[in-house]
């Protein structure tokens, strides 16, 4: 193996070290910030359990035709 083999792989494997570790902190911080979001809400009267807005109570799905059954 060359030498400069050798340094691209350090690299490769330093880039993949940095991302990984990236990908672990954002998802700590995701998960704290899902944490917040849910005791905010509950202390505004809020539930934790939402329907999702597209398909709530306010939006209706289209209707389907008789032949579609």
Known sequence: ?????SRALDTEAEAIATLTAISQVSARMAKNLRIIAAHRQSEEGGTENVKNERYGYDHRRAEKCCRCY
Do not use: E, S, V, W
């Open 1 to 5: 193996m060359t030498q400069a083999h």
